[in-house]
């Protein structure tokens, strides 16, 4: 059973727009949540993270939003480059747990921005 | 962040044959991690390296099958052996310093098999 979904394969945005992509997770117990960009042939690069104590964590154009009771999370893109286009790869922690902190990542979001 | 180099990139592989992967980093890291990604799926935890002492296998992952050294802590290998098609995917290597830290990835090598 799948911990963390990123239930949409694919999203297509035009330049300039925003871009949001979703994250649901099962485990009340994930404390600690990040995105990965990755692009063909490259491993995933780190994005963006935030703890469980925060609703919003905001880096230049991007910005992650924590849903607790929801158990969802967003991640903003504004506004959107070509040079976005990447999949995207939300993942899950519990830092304070038995995992040792151990990522669980979903499937990803295929992301393209274009001109 | 910590600069991460893996070889080799890709390869192919006959079936029965076993591949060793090597991960180097240009600085000493607490913790290092080999992942999995089959096609269409997400990243999966094979194992923690432990420097000195046997890696710590997730569920559904063994020794025999993915046998992991890190002699120091700046290098360690993922040996996949006995090879069979299901191996087909893309292996990572993924470092941490602190469980507070994000991890940062190597650029994989995509492993296919004949």
């Known amino acids: 059973d799948q911990q963390v979904k990123q239930n949409s394969p694919s999203l297509s945005v035009q330049e300039g727009r925003i871009s949001i992509l979703n994250c649901d997770y099962t485990n009340s117990m994930f404390d600690y949540f990040l995105w990965y960009k990755k692009y063909p042939a490259e491993g995933p690069t780190f994005l963006i993270s935030?703890?469980?104590?925060?609703d919003k964590n905001e880096d230049g154009r991007f910005t992650v939003f924590l849903n607790k009771s929801a158990k969802h999370l967003s991640l903003h893109i504004v506004p959107s480059q070509p040079g976005d286009s990447a999949v995207y790869f939300c993942?899950?922690?519990?830092?304070?747990?038995?995992?040792?902190?151990?990522?669980?990542f979903g499937k990803g979001t295929k992301l393209s921005v274009k001109p | 962040s910590a600069v991460i180099s893996q070889k080799p990139s890709r390869d192919i592989c006959q079936r029965g044959t076993s591949l060793t992967i090597q991960c180097q980093v240009d600085?000493?890291?607490?913790?290092m991690f080999w992942y999995r990604q089959q096609p269409g799926q997400s990243l999966t935890l094979i194992a923690t390296a432990n420097q000195g002492s046997e890696a710590t296998y997730e569920s559904g992952f063994v020794i025999d099958k993915f046998p992991i050294s890190r002699p120091n802590l700046t290098f360690s290998t993922l040996t996949v052996s006995n090879l069979s098609p299901e191996d087909s995917s893309i292996y990572l290597c993924?470092?941490?310093?602190?469980?507070?830290?994000?991890?940062?990835f190597g650029d994989g090598t995509r492993l296919s098999i004949l």
């Open positions: 993924s470092v941490r310093d602190n469980y507070n830290q994000p991890q940062h």
């Open positions: 600085s000493q890291v607490t913790m």
């Open positions: 993942a899950a922690s519990e830092l304070n747990g038995g995992s040792q902190g151990n990522l669980i």
């Open positions: 935030i703890s469980s104590i925060k």
